[in-house]
């Protein structure tokens, strides 16, 4: 039978996994070494890398019928908006990837590093969302026409390469990561 922990997992990914099969894959894969701190998902307890170092840090998605949701104006595509009902932000691959969510006043332990909305405010950019960093410094950017992703260097805001979609770039990005753990 599965431990709370575990539903827990599946109640928070059932919601992406017909879009983003391959995110839910990854996630799932680590469903037997779970933690949940203060609603906090970690998953994949790393103490090779460090005593307390996780794979993945999924953050507690944000209701449907949140004022910061309502309040974003509608810039946000449904894409992220789905990423956002599963988890308000993560740190994927021992944090090579970090998807945006919202902060707000409060617990600075459940909310992500970075806020999409005051991001692509202070960095807008026509036709694209940016949703998320990678450790090399590159920006995620979503089309929102396409929805392919663009990751553009921070250093010269040049686009460095492009996915055909969240869940392809997220895959690039799992086969990275075990690649530099071999």
Sequence with gaps: MPSSDHLELQKRLRPGMASYPVLTGI???????????RD??????TP??????????????????????????????AEILLLLRMMNGARLFWSSVDLWGFRYAGDEWVQPAYD?????ATYPR??????ASTGCGDTAWLNTVTLEIELVATDNG??????????EWLANEKADSDESIK
């Design 126 to 131: 026509d036709g694209f969302i940016a949703f």
């Design 27 to 37: 996630l799932g894969a680590y469903a037997d070494d779970i933690v949940i701190d």
């Design 158 to 167: 040049l686009p460095t390469v492009k996915f055909r979609s969240i869940d």
């Design 40 to 45: 906090v998902i970690l998953l994949g307890h």
């Design 116 to 120: 999409i909305i005051k991001e692509n």
């Design 48 to 77: 090779s890398i460090a005593p307390k170092a996780y794979c993945h840090t999924l953050y507690p998605p944000l209701p449907p019928n949140s004022p910061v949701i309502e309040n974003s104006g509608g810039h946000l595509p």
